[in-house]
């Protein structure tokens, strides 16, 4: 089990790493672009990672390459939303082959998945922190050599309880 709490912390068995939250911190999400943290516990569905930019990765999860024609959908309006797409999209998304580090390693939470409600929320990851722990707009933030090690001890059935 993953703890992840408002003080900006994630502990699992004996670790203890700094963390970045959304930027209206930890609560129920109402809405798509709310900035809030989902209350609550997850899953983690599947792990996508850049293979060029990251060679050594353990893990007990299938792992899956991005690549640059990869995006997630936030588009409420479309039937894709909150859902991995193929771009070009006329609907709005997050490109996962960035030119930054942030999504080289992406953990991605069942929130708002099975079923998917429109507006409620969207693309919430666990992935590589921005700068030096700014805030997102509702993933979980880690330094990469930490969110390494978080991926190497998981199992499949790890939950993640954000309180």
Not at 39 to 50: A, C, E, L, W
Not at 109 to 136: D, V
């Amino acid at each position: 089990m993953i703890i992840i709490n408002k003080s900006g912390y994630l502990k699992y068995e004996d670790f203890k790493f700094k963390c970045a939250l959304g930027k209206a911190g930890i609560g129920k999400k109402k809405i798509e672009g709310d900035n809030i943290t989902p209350k609550g516990t997850f899953g983690i569905v599947k792990i996508y990672y850049r293979s060029d930019r990251v060679k050594k990765i353990s893990s007990k999860f299938k792992l899956i390459k991005i690549t640059k024609n990869m995006g997630w959908c936030d588009d409420p309006k479309s039937e894709n939303y909150n859902k991995l797409i193929k771009l070009p999209s006329k609907f709005s998304y997050e490109k996962l082959y960035r030119k930054d580090n942030l999504y080289d390693l992406i953990l991605v939470l069942n929130y708002n998945i099975n079923p998917t409600i429109k507006n409620k929320g969207s693309a919430i990851f666990i992935h590589i922190k921005n700068g030096n722990f700014k805030k997102t707009k509702g993933c979980i933030t880690l330094k990469k050599n930490n969110l390494l090690k978080i991926i190497s001890l998981i199992e499949k059935n790890t939950k993640i309880i954000i309180s």
